[in-house]
Structure formats: structure tokens, C-alpha cells
């Protein structure tokens, strides 16, 4: 093997792994962009989430706190029946 053919077969190879980096970076960007989106949507869904659960309390605590009758719980169709 000729001495200056090893010589650009490794530039060659280090042109291609430049290139490749490049190319990994950009990737890289695009990823952590949409990870911050997506961080962004999961808080706020949280969020969301945490006055919704909120409200229902709210509104368990405005029911009665005496326990309905038996027929009150049974379907519809059995208190017909009945």
C-alpha cells in the first residue's frame, strides 16, 4: 500500500465522520426541541389535570354525606320492574 493512498483514505474517512457529526448535531437539536416541547405539554396536561381533580373534590364535597337508599342505586330498569 502507497504511503500517500493510506493518507487519503484516512481524510477521506475523517471528511465522512465530519460530515456525519454534523448531520448528528442537527439531529441532536431537533430532538432536544421537541423533548422541551413536549416537557412543556406533559407539565402543562399536569396542571390540567391537578385543577380538574381540584373541582371534582370540590364538588364531592358539596354531596350529601347521607347514605342514599337501596332503590336510589339500583338501575333504572330494575326500579320499574319493582
Not at 471528511?15 to 430532538?31: C, D, S
Amino acid at each position: 500500500m502507497h504511503p500517500e493512498s493510506t493518507v487519503e483514505q484516512i481524510a477521506e474517512r475523517v471528511e465522512r465522520l465530519l460530515v456525519r457529526y454534523e448531520e448528528l448535531q442537527r439531529t441532536n437539536a431537533l430532538l432536544a426541541g421537541q423533548v422541551q416541547t413536549l416537557t412543556q405539554e406533559r407539565d402543562s396536561l399536569r396542571s390540567r389535570l391537578a385543577a380538574a381533580r381540584g373541582r371534582i373534590e370540590a364538588l364531592l364535597d358539596r354531596l350529601p354525606t347521607n347514605a342514599p337508599d337501596s332503590e336510589s342505586l339500583a338501575p333504572v330498569d330494575q326500579r320499574r320492574a319493582g
